[in-house]
């Protein structure tokens, strides 16, 4: 019994971790803090004339349409407009009807757990891993198995992933080998190759989630586990890290079996995804050079990460290390050992500058000395201030 | 195990009945069809102009806000035009804080199961009930137990209620007091007074969908069941109906126990709704008369329905009943015995009219010689071409 006493909730709310990402949300707004906690894109990059420009368009030659209900699977302009930038980015053969429109590529998260998941059925994950997928996941009560990640590999151990999924047969094996989620590392290659061998032919599906797979530095395209597993790879993206995540706006590429399902599953959670947003951002899509507007946020993204790392080196205590990513939003920061990072956080809110611990990331507890640090929300000027505080706060507490 | 023959889906996906609404939504949107099937409000009373014009006016004063990351609760300024609606209509007291936002009213009925169901726990629904909560509510199991809708009564009997609350405690009982969906029956005073009464107390906690209540023909406002059973009622709304789907803005508003839980839901199923509409919307409610545009709205809908009535009453075979709605998009008809509803779907379609067959709305079977009827999205004309056809189908397999 919990609540006004009268009624219960289900067994399943025990399951799902406390977030504190709304507490987040809210200090990291307060007047004068500089964030470096969330993993926000810099609004000050939006194309917000372009997109009220496509807006208009939409509004003016297809108002009604765009206003009205439509089908489960999303508007298919830009569901084409998707596979057909698989195929320009990344030379792989996408079918829009293997993909769905999601309201942002979290949704993919919840829907794909209730697709495949019944409570007990094992779940591979990094150690750490993406908190939102931890939480989405959680309601389907699985039992989470953190594969390790190697600094040396930029990644999971093929070690650990072999043995698990022998000894487990995981329903699923979720991961982020482009800038990953929270520690910012990019799988190479030969990694990603190993892990294609390891799970054909097993009954685990693999979860590729390419959040940021736009947004390398070096605007070089990395080919995804996918490339060598594609039946049996689930593969989802995000226009919220490129284009602007108010709209809400991802999707899911899988093979058509998973499409079918998650289709039924996305119908009964919501109809559809919002109309509007997709026919907005689809005009949007056809009348700018994305790519040389990606190309520029990945840029000053980079350029951000190398002053933050720069203050890491220069001026953290010595015992801390620090991922040097490739791309994306995040870096990890491992401290000297003995600082724990939730007193980092109350203690950095009291002088204006929020981070994010790395405890919640790490399925089994763990990553006491970790904070995540995202580097794309904040100007080059707010970082260098902010880092000097946080700076501050860590030789305060050594 | 299914799809490629490598992974499985989760028990849970064999227990969601197998929908034709993808299919009902495609052979209704064929050329030439008149389409009675769907639940569409005609995209002809859409104020595409107006919503054009806040579009611009939040582009124009906060694009960049409109197109950023935001808090799970929803755009504040929407929830309290919603709160203030509630006082404004009904006279009832509702905090902002007390309502969410969400992608259209049905992702309520997903994330109310998904914090309060356990898989073979009771919910209580109409007989017919509403189809959609049927596929939400089934992907968390629960065991239904249909309530017979009486005519006398124009809604559920209390003496059903009152056994099957004693006998099953049920987590939950969902109801649409105000133009049922299918039914189209309005419960009148009393029994919302006694089914209140029924409940009070109980730890069954009253869904009571209101996605109809502004759409009464005479533009009178009925009292909800929530104002007799406010901490144990779940009340959820929508401007898909009103002012556009396309936009998929509804709401929750639920005792703060209930939503503390249903926001963690909220955050793990997709972030937050959709900002960009929020916002839209928020500004376009400030601008029209509201008021002025439903009655519009509302009257249109009602003289359809008379002219829908009419024909059946004029040209169905004798044996025909059907509802006579005091507000919404439906009516249901009941054919001589012996019609089966799924072979006037089919024979339907080749004469170019679609309707709903009963049976989907009747959990234990049953309904074969029911059909759903909408009179929302055809205009008097196609609704009277379209009548004299299904009139004619109807009549050759007699």
Same mark, same amino acid.
């Given at each position: 019994?919990?609540?006004?006493?009268?009624?219960?909730?289900?067994?399943?709310?025990?399951?799902? $971790?406390?977030?504190?990402?709304?507490?987040?949300?809210?200090?990291?707004?307060?007047?004068?803090?500089?964030?470096?906690?969330?993993?926000?894109?810099?609004?000050?990059?939006?194309?917000?004339?372009?997109?009220?420009?496509?807006?208009?368009?939409?509004?003016?030659?297809?108002?009604?349409?765009?206003?009205?209900?439509?089908?489960?699977?999303?508007? =298919?302009?830009?569901?084409?407009?998707?596979?057909?930038?698989?195929?320009?980015?990344?030379?792989?053969?996408?079918?829009?009807?293997?993909?769905?429109?999601?309201?942002?590529?979290?949704?993919?998260?919840?829907?794909?757990?209730?697709?495949?998941?019944?409570?007990?059925?094992?779940?591979?994950?990094?150690?750490?891993?993406?908190?939102?997928?931890?939480?989405?996941?959680?309601?389907?009560?699985?039992?989470?198995?953190?594969?390790?990640?190697?600094?040396?590999?930029?990644?999971? +151990?093929?070690?650990?992933?072999?043995?698990?999924?022998?000894?487990?047969?995981?329903?699923?094996?979720?991961?982020?080998?482009?800038?990953?989620?929270?520690?910012?590392?990019?799988? $190479?290659?030969?990694?990603?190759?190993?892990?294609?061998?390891?799970?054909?032919?097993?009954?685990? =599906?693999?979860?590729?989630?390419?959040?940021?797979?736009?947004?390398?530095?070096?605007?070089?395209?990395?080919?995804?586990?996918?490339?060598?597993? +594609?039946?049996?790879?689930?593969?989802?993206?995000?226009?919220?890290?490129?284009?602007?995540?108010?709209?809400?706006?991802?999707?899911?590429?899988?093979?058509?079996?998973?499409?079918?399902?998650?289709?039924?599953?996305?119908?009964?959670?919501?109809?559809?995804?919002?109309?509007?947003?997709?026919?907005?951002?689809?005009?949007?899509?056809?009348?700018?050079?994305?790519?040389?507007?990606?190309?520029?946020?990945?840029?000053?993204?980079?350029?951000?990460?190398?002053?933050?790392?720069?203050?890491?080196?220069?001026?953290? $205590?010595?015992?801390? +290390?620090?991922?040097?990513?490739?791309?994306?939003?995040?870096?990890?920061?491992?401290?000297?050992?003995?600082?724990?990072?939730?007193?980092?956080?109350?203690?950095?809110?009291?002088?204006?500058?929020?981070?994010?611990?790395?405890?919640?990331?790490?399925?089994?507890?763990?990553?006491?000395?970790?904070?995540?640090?995202?580097?794309?929300?904040?100007?080059?000027?707010?970082?260098?201030?902010?880092?000097?505080?946080?700076?501050?706060?860590?030789?305060?507490?050594?």
């Amino acid at each position: 019994m919990s609540g006004s006493g009268l009624y219960r909730f289900s067994s399943r709310m025990a399951r799902v $971790p406390d977030s504190f990402l709304g507490e987040l949300f809210s200090v990291s707004a307060q007047p004068g803090v500089i964030s470096f906690a969330g993993g926000l894109p810099d609004a000050d990059l939006f194309d917000v004339a372009g997109i009220r420009d496509a807006a208009e368009e939409v509004f003016n030659q297809e108002g009604k349409s765009a206003l009205q209900y439509t089908t489960t699977d999303g508007y =298919l302009p830009l569901r084409r407009y998707i596979a057909s930038r698989y195929r320009s980015r990344l030379g792989l053969n996408a079918d829009p009807d293997e993909i769905q429109i999601v309201n942002g590529s979290q949704q993919c998260l919840d829907l794909v757990a209730k697709i495949l998941l019944n409570p007990g059925d094992h779940v591979l994950i990094e150690r750490p891993g993406y908190l939102g997928a931890i939480e989405a996941f959680s309601f389907y009560e699985p039992v989470f198995n953190p594969i390790p990640t190697l600094e040396d590999l930029a990644g999971p +151990s093929t070690e650990a992933i072999q043995d698990l999924v022998a000894q487990y047969h995981p329903a699923l094996w979720y991961g982020i080998p482009n800038s990953q989620n929270p520690s910012g590392m990019t799988w $190479p290659v030969e990694l990603r190759r190993e892990v294609a061998e390891l799970l054909d032919g097993t009954g685990t =599906l693999l979860y590729e989630d390419d959040a940021f797979g736009e947004l390398f530095f070096d605007g070089r395209a990395r080919d995804p586990v996918k490339r060598w597993l +594609s039946d049996q790879t689930i593969m989802t993206g995000s226009f919220s890290k490129t284009i602007s995540p108010g709209l809400r706006c991802g999707w899911i590429w899988a093979p058509r079996s998973v499409i079918i399902e998650f289709n039924r599953a996305k119908q009964a959670a919501d109809l559809h995804s919002n109309l509007l947003s997709q026919m907005i951002l689809a005009r949007y899509l056809e009348t700018v050079d994305v790519d040389q507007r990606i190309r520029e946020i990945a840029q000053i993204y980079g350029e951000r990460c190398q002053v933050m790392e720069e203050i890491i080196d220069d001026d953290f $205590p010595s015992g801390t +290390s620090h991922t040097c990513p490739e791309g994306g939003m995040f870096l990890m920061v491992t401290l000297p050992s003995g600082v724990d990072s939730m007193e980092i956080f109350r203690q950095g809110i009291k002088q204006k500058v929020a981070v994010m611990p790395g405890t919640p990331f790490y399925v089994d507890g763990g990553g006491i000395d970790t904070i995540r640090l995202n580097f794309s929300s904040a100007n080059p000027d707010q970082i260098t201030e902010g880092m000097d505080r946080l700076s501050m706060v860590i030789r305060d507490m050594g």
